[in-house]
């Protein structure tokens, strides 16, 4: 048994990348906004892998798929904040544009993990034995 499947997954990795990138960009932050801003940011970032980590220690595909949505919307949150970050003018549009991308690519995965985890577990209940 993989225990850490989760870590083969591209959604996970890719996730990770944000969290890197997440935190490179609040490091130019205005110092009044690193507790503001910059915490809500961090929590939300680092929530998106945590949580497909935590969905993939899960036994159900209905925990798993849980998890991943709350993986999501996390992933929704550090939008927003990136969004409003820019519009402050603490981050360049270059910044936003690259963390628009990155939240873009992730989504996209965590539809498509999701949709195969309900996939495979409809087969699972409906499929003769």
Same mark, same amino acid.
């Given at each position: 048994?993989?225990?850490?499947?989760?870590?083969?997954?591209?959604?996970?990795?890719?996730?990770?990348?944000?969290?890197?990138?997440?935190?490179?960009?609040?490091?130019?932050?205005?110092?009044?906004? $690193?507790?503001?801003? %910059?915490?809500?940011?961090?929590?939300?970032?680092?929530?998106?892998?945590?949580?497909?980590?935590?969905?993939?220690?899960?036994?159900?595909?209905?925990?798993?798929?849980?998890?991943?949505?709350?993986?999501?919307?996390?992933?929704?949150?550090?939008? %927003?904040?990136?969004?409003?970050?820019?519009?402050?003018?603490?981050?360049?549009?270059?910044?936003?544009?690259?963390?628009?991308?990155?939240?873009?690519?992730?989504? $996209?995965?965590?539809?498509?993990? $999701?949709?195969?985890?309900?996939?495979?577990?409809?087969?699972?209940?409906?499929?003769?034995?």
């Amino acid at each position: 048994m993989d225990y850490f499947y989760f870590k083969k997954l591209d959604v996970y990795n890719y996730s990770k990348d944000l969290v890197k990138y997440i935190y490179s960009v609040l490091k130019k932050f205005p110092q009044e906004e $690193r507790y503001a801003i %910059c915490d809500q940011l961090r929590r939300a970032v680092v929530s998106i892998p945590s949580n497909i980590a935590e969905g993939f220690g899960r036994l159900s595909s209905k925990e798993k798929i849980h998890f991943l949505d709350i993986a999501y919307g996390s992933l929704m949150e550090v939008e %927003c904040q990136m969004e409003i970050s820019y519009e402050l003018g603490f981050i360049s549009s270059e910044e936003q544009h690259t963390a628009s991308h990155k939240v873009e690519t992730i989504a $996209r995965l965590l539809y498509s993990l $999701r949709f195969s985890i309900m996939k495979n577990a409809d087969k699972s209940i409906w499929s003769p034995k």
